[in-house]
């Protein structure tokens, strides 16, 4: 690693570069793509692999969000070997790349098992395959989540996860078997529906998404992970570290995601986070209450402080042949933010700026109430719908059905709430703390002398969330969120 860098440093590392980025229409991607091109000028090009099915759909999806000269569109996938690209495209592509950036992924966390391993693991297989193939290649930067390390307590290392290493004591996580499995239940429901002659197609399909869907919880909770998302990222880890090779790689586990905190755009953001519900509820006031313990650190870094913090990775390591580095960018270590912090700055937020309804009225803000375990949640629930719903069931039957629609659709409501807090409600009550101390060593070779060097600010000891939340990133979800 450099013993030193500045803002000079960085900039000038991208000039004359041939960049590869993955998932770059992503909001992740959008702010790297954005702050080397608008730093570095005579970066050489920057190829943005897209999912689109052919080359002008590529384009145009790149040209909606980027300026056409420096950055070139590949229609591909890397779900696909050779990323979806035509021979010659690929054997071009890898004389010219000298740095790969991978942040494609799916993120659902009940996403289907077959589509999270297609991305999240088999995409890092077919990337570290044509990484092998590019001959300039300098760094492989690899952005997965902290919550790889699934919601256990205490001090969370930046270290990387072995081959077989699971959660659970006891399992051997076998990425080869997964892959089997995935593809033996597809053969199993292909066949089951085959002989069911009086299902149409819609029905199948459905069948199959909802079956998919369930075995990646039910393969994440076998191995300790709570959803498919964290545990596809985890294997996607382990094989990167089995098929590297001697190529410097840098993996990047960013916590919760918030708004741009400076620039280019204070507050913007593309996509909900868990947290975000809690403010487009309460401006909405549509959400009288939330499974959160207001005591508890959530773990959020701004998106623009992560993309700093890749950059100077990417140049630190350059070329540093059989390197392996973790960073947790993170908050919870070293400025922790707890969720009273977001309420009472969204409190103080709406009593200053009152929502205005569209007949125009003032929509008053009221309290809203946090249960502050998952227990007392499923109390709630089961006093305030459950039981409601069980005697409308039983009224139901009495009258031959008459009520059937409203309680099939009440009933279906209440399941997926269920289905939200089994998902999520780890996050709410997540007591790990990430240790950062890789990336501190990062920041600390770091000059911060002069404002070009403080754009590359990625300290989160700098941020005052109070006034983050309040003045930038609350703003922020209401412009671009909450329509």
Not at 163 to 171: A, K, N
Not at 265 to 282: E, L
Not at 378 to 393: D, G, R
């Amino acid at each position: 690693m450099l013993d030193a860098m500045d803002a000079a440093s960085i900039i000038g590392y991208f000039k004359g570069k041939s960049i590869l980025v993955t998932g770059a229409t992503g909001f992740l991607g959008k702010i790297l793509v954005e702050k080397i091109m608008r730093v570095q000028a005579d970066v050489h090009k920057i190829y943005l692999l897209v999912r689109a099915g052919d080359e002008p759909s590529a384009k145009q999806r790149v040209q909606q969000e980027f300026v056409e000269e420096k950055v070139v569109a590949l229609a591909g996938d890397i779900i696909y070997d050779n990323l979806g690209l035509e021979t010659p495209m690929l054997e071009a592509l890898a004389k010219e790349i000298d740095v790969i950036v991978n942040i494609a992924a799916t993120t659902n966390f009940y996403e289907r098992y077959d589509v999270s391993l297609d991305v999240n693991v088999m995409g890092v297989k077919h990337l570290c395959h044509f990484a092998k193939q590019c001959a300039r290649l300098k760094m492989l930067m690899h952005v997965s989540t902290a919550f790889v390390s699934g919601f256990r307590e205490g001090l969370i290392l930046e270290k990387p996860i072995n081959p077989g290493e699971s959660l659970r004591e006891g399992t051997y996580l076998d990425i080869d078997a997964e892959l089997r499995l995935v593809r033996e239940v597809k053969k199993e429901l292909t066949a089951m529906s085959s002989s069911s002659d009086g299902d149409d197609d819609n029905s199948k399909k459905k069948t199959e998404r909802t079956a998919m869907k369930e075995l990646g919880l039910q393969r994440a909770r076998h191995f300790g992970w709570s959803n498919t998302y964290v545990f596809t990222k985890a294997m996607g880890e382990v094989l990167l570290g089995q098929l590297r090779g001697d190529i410097p790689v840098v993996i990047m586990r960013p916590s919760i995601i918030t708004s741009i905190r400076e620039d280019p755009v204070p507050g913007w953001m593309q996509g909900t986070r868990t947290i975000d519900t809690i403010i487009i509820g309460y401006a909405k006031q549509n959400l009288s209450c939330f499974l959160a313990n207001l005591n508890f650190v959530m773990d959020v870094i701004p998106g623009d402080m992560v993309v700093n913090a890749m950059m100077a990775a990417m140049v630190a390591h350059s070329e540093e042949k059989g390197a392996q580095v973790v960073y947790h960018s993170t908050s919870s270590l070293r400025n922790p933010a707890t969720y009273n912090v977001l309420y009472q700055s969204g409190r103080r937020h709406f009593y200053e700026n009152p929502r205005v309804g569209k007949d125009g009225k003032v929509i008053p803000t009221r309290e809203m109430y946090f249960f502050p375990t998952i227990a007392r949640f499923h109390l709630y629930m089961i006093f305030t719908y459950k039981i409601p719903l069980e005697i409308l069931h039983l009224v139901n039957l009495l009258l031959c059905g008459f009520f059937s629609r409203l309680y099939n659709d009440l009933n279906r409501k209440y399941k997926f709430v269920m289905h939200l807090v089994d998902v999520y409600g780890p996050f709410a009550f997540f007591k790990g703390c990430f240790d950062d101390m890789n990336l501190e060593r990062l920041r600390l070779t770091m000059a911060m002398k002069t404002p070009e060097d403080r754009m590359f600010n990625f300290d989160p000891k700098t941020i005052d969330w109070d006034d983050y939340f309040t003045r930038i990133h609350i703003p922020g979800v209401l412009k671009y969120l909450c329509k």
